[in-house]
Each structure stands twice: as structure tokens, then as C-alpha cells.
């Protein structure tokens, strides 16, 4: 985990939830989805394929993982995972509850409006949950 900084996007739109063995887990501060980011804590990697085997086996496990909590927290769905970095090129996996009739429903959550910022006591509940599941 040595030199890991995270990306200052990531920073700006997210909350702490909570360290794992790898990745630092994110919620993402928009209250149409239930939505968490993992930033693997390894300097230097914009890929999946920057990691060591060992890791990406753990970023697999721990992407599972906040999947299924967030598909019991906000009762979802279909959870959506994706690594993209078009715009932020530090590593990170989204994982996003999806809800028919949701915000962006049926498409995808990029580029569908503004972010609107939780309610704090929301949020609040919401990292709870997240970090109680993981």
C-alpha cells in the first residue's frame, strides 16, 4: 500500500466507508444509486492487469462482496460493475445498485444529470450499512 494516494475526483465525490485487505471502499456521494467505488491501494495502477494475480483475485472478492451488501441495503435489481478511468485514471471498480425506474433506467449512470448529494443522516445510514456488510 506504499505511496497510495487517492485520486482527488474520487476524493471530491465520495465518502470513506471503510479499508479492506485491498481496496479502500468509497461511497459515492449521489442519492439517486446506491453506489460504492473500490480503489485498490496500490500506487501506480490504472488496470486490472497492474495488479499482481493475488490482488486481482482479491479485487474480484471484495467487488463481490460490496455487491451483494449493497443489493440487500438498497434492495436492487441488478448491480452493475464496471471499471471505466475515462476520466479518472487511478484504478477503481464501481459498484452501483440499480432499481427498475431508477434515475437512469434502464442505461447506464453515466452522464444521466447531476449528482445530488445525500441527506446527512442518509448517508450516515448508508456507510453504516455498507461497512457493517463488508
Known sequence: M???????????????????ALCRVLAMNDARYSWAVLVPRR???????????????????????????LKRIARA???????????VPQLHVHVVARRIGDAAWPGPVWGQGSAVPYRPDVLDGLIMALAAAL
Open 43 to 69: 500506487a501506480g495502477a490504472t488496470e486490472i492487469f497492474d495488479l499482481s494475480a493475488t490482488d486481482r483475485a482479491l479485487l474480484i472478492g471484495e467487488a463481490a462482496r460490496a455487491a451483494e451488501g
Open 77 to 87: 435489481d441488478k448491480i452493475n460493475v464496471a471499471a471505466l478511468g475515462n476520466l
Open 2 to 20: 506504499t505511496n497510495f494516494t487517492l485520486h482527488p475526483r474520487l476524493a471530491a465525490d465520495t465518502i470513506f466507508v471503510k479499508d479492506l
